[in-house]
């Protein structure tokens, strides 16, 4: 599980699975009629309330974690695992104001006049966290700011004078990859300017290749790539639903020409297309 793969949404939705976790070992009632020292009941001592309200929204929270930091989300009866916990949190939330309007659960209905019991501090911080983690679920998939990185990538570390940085995962200039200030669609093998057509790069000039000589130039090579706005990832089915965002200041790894698209490869492992390629800069 990659935690370099969770937004700010998903922190969101931590902070309030914690917070609800606690609210669950709080008083879920508050009597008047009774002092101040007696055992009240908590979540865990009411079934109806641990179900409906407390692992609902736990499951719920576990279900969106989970489907971000795997490369693929897995599906629960059809449903992707991450829209399957938003539903869960939203329904949490429900359960809470349920128990808000009405803790006694019914009891004031058996006879006349009011039980007395009301929502305690549990049921009350319990409706806030679900109230924070249902509308964290939500704005992790509707709004951007909520979908950019919750930890950033690494910083490379600061080489001595005069030293040369090393080459690696997300760093443009690895053995192999493309040169810095390469123009986008140039690939290794291909004429440079003042180069006669069809000579290879390192071959003197007015010497032809060998007969049965591969031409570089219709091949694709992967180079790595930095997108200049945060940009949707899709499904190399051609699924409608994003899969990733690309952020920018990450290096990504182009991997194929999918048309007017790349097929671009995360840090952690996803693979998905590019469909708009405009302005990215090229490692």
């Known amino acids: 599980m990659n935690i370099r793969s969770l937004t700010r949404g998903d922190g969101v939705v931590i902070g309030a699975a914690v917070l609800l976790f606690i609210a669950s070992f709080l008083d879920i009632w508050d009597i008047e009629s009774i002092s101040d020292s007696a055992d009240m009941p908590n979540a865990w001592n009411s079934g109806p309330f641990l179900l409906?309200?407390?692992?609902?929204?736990?499951?719920?929270?576990?279900?969106?974690?989970?489907?971000?930091?795997?490369?693929?989300?897995?599906?629960?009866?059809?449903?992707?695992?991450?829209?399957?916990?938003?539903?869960?949190?939203?329904?949490?939330?429900?359960?809470?104001?349920?128990?808000?309007?009405?803790?006694?659960?019914?009891?004031?209905?058996?006879?006349?006049?009011?039980?007395?019991?009301?929502?305690?501090?549990?049921t009350i911080l319990s409706l806030i966290a679900t109230l924070i983690l249902a509308a964290g679920a939500i704005l992790a998939l509707t709004v951007p700011a909520f979908k950019a990185p919750l930890v950033g990538a690494p910083r490379p570390a600061p080489q001595p004078y005069g030293g040369q940085p090393q080459g690696g995962y997300g760093y443009p200039g690895a053995q192999g990859q493309p040169q810095q200030g390469q123009p986008y669609g140039t690939q290794p093998g291909q004429p440079q300017q003042g180069q006669p057509f069809g000579a290879q790069q390192g071959q003197p000039q007015g010497q032809t290749p060998p007969p049965g000589a591969a031409q570089a130039t219709g091949d694709f090579s992967p180079f790595w790539f930095a997108v200049p706005v945060p940009r949707p990832l899709y499904a190399e089915d051609g699924s409608p639903t994003p899969i990733a965002e690309l952020a920018p200041g990450t290096w990504y790894l182009a991997v194929e020409q999918r048309g007017p698209g790349l097929v671009a490869q995360t840090q952690d492992g996803r693979r998905g297309v590019l469909q708009d390629t405009t302005g990215i800069q090229r490692g």
């Open 52 to 122: 409906s309200v407390t692992l609902a929204g736990l499951i719920g929270a576990v279900c969106i974690i989970v489907a971000r930091g795997l490369p693929t989300a897995p599906k629960v009866l059809g449903i992707d695992l991450g829209h399957f916990g938003v539903v869960f949190s939203v329904a949490a939330l429900w359960s809470a104001l349920g128990q808000i309007f009405d803790p006694a659960s019914g009891i004031d209905n058996m006879g006349q006049g009011d039980s007395g019991i009301d929502a305690g501090i549990g």
